[in-house]
Every structure is written in C-alpha cells, then in structure tokens.
C-alpha cells in the first residue's frame, strides 16, 4: 500500500536534540493524520493527532500538517534515549480507512 | 485514550486448523474496527475494515473466505483465519475508531494488543 509513504531510516540523533520525521500521503481528500509509536513486538500507541493546516503541539511533540503539499510531519524536542521505536504514520482517507507508512525507525543515543 | 483489548496474546496451532482472535472495545462504541497484520520489521498491512452490522470491507489481496470477519456488535469485532497455513503466521493486530474529533469520520484510532499467530 502506497498511500503513506515515510523514510524508513533507521534515523539517529543525540540525547537532547531535534528528531524530525516527514511523511506524505496520495489521497488529496483525507482529513485526519496521526504519528503512532511503536516498540519492538508491541502495539502501536497513539502520539499525535492533526486535522487542520500548521503546527499542534504537546508537550515535547510538534505535528505539522500542509493538505496543499499532502505532508505531515513530527518533531520531537529533547529527545531522550526512551523515544527510540518505530514511529508510524497514519492518514484517515476520505473513504474511511486508515492507512499506515512503513515506519521510521528512530534510535535516541545517550 | 480509550481501551481496546485483544484475545489471544499468541496462539500456536496446526496447518489447517481455524483461530479466531477476538477484539473489544471496552470503554466506547466503535462502528468501525480495522485489522491489521504485521510482518517483522514491517509496517502495518490494513487487511480489512470492519463495520458493526454489515460485511466488512477487504483491501485488496486479502482473501474474504480464509480471513472471515464478523463485526456482531458496537464492541466486539472478530477475525477468524480459516484452514491456517504457515505462511499465515503473523502478528493480527486489530483497532477501534473512536468517535469524536473535531471533523466529522476522524475519531482516532486504537489498538488492541495484538496476537501472535504461529501456524506449524
């Protein structure tokens, strides 16, 4: 399934820094985006959610959503060695599925 | 968020026996669950989405007949792998689409633990 697309990584910053990811989506009339982690062996877990153009932020998470350019992406603030995983991200398309990307692997290094 | 419990963790069995895997949502109604199968090191494969009260809908390359979906009501949603081969073994992970959201159909999404599917 093509309609989510991110890099897969694997994707290394330092304990501390800015983790970005970026993720692009085909179905022009989707209207709800959201980034998931997920740990080695588990289920994926609910970040962020983000329905409207610009940023949302929380805590040390920042989505950013542009409908025009069909991208959505995460920054992760301070990062700390805990927010290593596999971060997905899921787009809601206008038929009512819920598509995922391949994931990008993200390793915090103390 | 809201909880969605998943039924059995893992399970093993035999080629050509059926396991059915269970998934509810135990604090809300979800019209809508989806089942998701997950390869090693593999991104989620929407298999199908599942609406209370109606067939479920499969995305294509998931064959209806081995892998039956059953959505009885607003909490429970099963998804059954008929005469399993083991190349069926797989981590099924199902969700549950919350309602709510700021725009109407974008409730989020959550997940049930998943289960471990070994066919030997």
């Known amino acids: 399934q093509k309609e989510v697309e991110q890099n897969s990584g694997p994707l290394s910053v330092p304990e501390g820094a800015i983790a970005s990811l970026n993720c692009t989506y085909s179905?022009?009339?989707?209207?709800?985006f959201f980034w998931y982690r997920q740990y080695s062996g588990k289920s994926p877990e609910l970040i962020m959610s983000?329905?409207?153009?610009g940023d949302k932020e929380d805590g040390r998470f920042t989505a950013q959503l542009n409908k025009a350019s069909q991208y959505v992406s995460l920054l992760i603030r301070d990062s700390q060695p805990s927010d290593s995983a596999t971060y997905l991200c899921?787009?809601?398309?206008?038929?009512?599925?819920?598509?995922f990307g391949t994931g990008t692997s993200l390793t915090v290094i103390p | 968020g809201a909880v969605v419990s998943q039924h059995p963790s893992r399970v093993i069995c035999k080629s050509g026996t059926s396991v059915k895997i269970e998934c509810r949502s135990l604090?809300?109604?979800?019209?809508?669950m989806f089942w998701y199968r997950q390869f090693p090191k593999k991104s989620l494969m929407l298999m199908a989405t599942?609406?209370?009260?109606?067939?479920?809908?499969?995305e294509q390359g998931v064959e209806k007949d081995k892998f039956l979906i059953n959505h009885a009501s607003l909490t429970l949603s099963t998804l059954t792998v008929t005469s399993a081969h083991p190349e069926d073994s797989s981590f099924y992970i199902c969700?549950?689409?919350?309602?709510?959201?700021?725009?109407?159909?974008?409730?989020?999404?959550?997940f049930g633990e998943g289960s471990r599917l070994t066919v030997l």
């Open positions: 983000i329905y409207s153009n």
């Open positions: 969700s549950a689409k919350s309602a709510g959201g700021p725009i109407s159909n974008t409730g989020e999404l959550f």
């Open positions: 899921a787009v809601n398309t206008a038929g009512n599925q819920f598509y």
């Open positions: 599942s609406n209370e009260g109606s067939k479920a809908t499969y």
């Open positions: 179905d022009r009339g989707s209207q709800s």
């Open positions: 604090d809300f109604q979800a019209t809508t």
